[in-house]
């Protein structure tokens, strides 16, 4: 079936635009490592080892000091130095074409100009398919795991705060990381007692960074569409997470920890080209999501329902 072109003598001037978010995901998420020119990069770690007790010499316990050989090893056997490797290789390579045709475009009145065309793709397609693909990637690498079947507003605080704990008792800290959920869930937070008595004085600073809504014991946190976090049925074509296999409470997640490299993110329009008379935009993006597997419990993923795996 041909695609229907709503012309202005039958349909009013204005285009009422579809509700849309902003990324939720970009600025939130670590630059430590650079993609220009390739579209891989491994990452090394380096092993440490535990220390050990130092031998002094001629000590009365000899006999249970490292020895290397026949002379003794003050500073304990010596040990090669270990890494832990990390290839990662971009694989999301989207794009669209569009065109809008000159007398179509001027029986609409100039409604359906390239940049208000262009611009709505991305805000209805493009963003929403890259942060439920980041939130999707991250959470299948999660290093932590909690389930709660009920949030309401008398336990979610201290839902959250088990993430926190987890986090710190891995040596981390949550000066950056970031507590995304869903709206749903974000509206009992707001009602709990424990984040109306703190008065929660981040709200005053809101707007010092993007889609940040206050904080809990140092988390950020970040409300996101429902369906961000819900496992699909059919592969996203509900418009939930086509990489969740169970649905998602929230998910708090170190920025350290995770990437979204952008090799691409093209957005042109070119005028008459061959064959089409009017305007043809073209977009592509060629990104992936990662997480640093030596750091993974800085993310840490509450589910609805008990999951497989960590």
């Known amino acids: 079936m041909p695609d229907v072109i709503n012309l202005a003598e039958k349909y009013s001037k204005k285009i009422v635009d579809k509700f849309y978010t ?20 491994s990452v090394y770690t380096i092993q440490t080892v535990a220390p050990v007790d130092y031998l002094r010499p001629y000590s009365d316990d000899v006999e249970n000091h490292h020895v290397t050989g026949a002379s003794l090893a003050r500073y304990g056997s010596t040990t090669e130095v270990q890494d832990t490797i990390q290839t990662m290789t971009l694989t999301q390579d989207k794009s669209v074409s ?29 963003v929403p398919m890259f942060d439920k693909y980041a939130l999707g990637k991250w959470v299948i690498a999660r290093g932590g795991t909690t389930v709660q079947t009920s949030l309401t507003k008398d336990n979610i605080v201290e839902e959250i705060f088990k993430h926190v704990t987890n986090i710190r008792n891995a040596g981390a800290d949550v000066n950056d990381a970031y507590c995304y959920i869903g709206e749903t869930n974000f509206a009992k937070l707001l009602l ?44 996203g074509a509900d418009g939930k997470n086509p990489l969740l296999t169970a649905d998602v409470q929230f998910a708090t997640i170190k920025k350290s920890v995770v990437l979204t490299p952008t090799k691409i993110k093209d957005a042109k329009v070119h005028q008459n080209p061959q064959g089409i008379s ?3 935009m073209e977009i592509r993006w060629l990104y992936d999501a990662f997480v640093l597997e030596t750091r993974n419990k800085g993310v840490q993923v509450c589910f609805a329902s008990a999951v497989s795996g960590n």
């Open 192 to 235: 709990a007692k424990e984040f109306i008595n703190f008065q929660n004085p981040a709200f005053g600073e809101r707007n010092l960074e993007r889609g940040v809504m206050g904080k809990v014991r140092g988390l950020q946190i970040v409300p996101v569409p429902d369906n961000y976090l819900q496992a699909s049925a059919n592969s």
């Open 22 to 41: 902003d990324s939720v995901i970009l600025g939130k998420t670590s630059k430590e490592y650079d993609w220009d020119g390739v579209k891989s990069i």
């Open 98 to 126: 569009l065109s809008v045709d000159k007398g179509n475009n001027t029986q609409q009145m100039l409604i359906k100009n390239a940049g208000v065309v262009m611009a709505r793709e991305l805000r209805e397609q493009f």
């Open 278 to 280: 009017g305007a043809l």
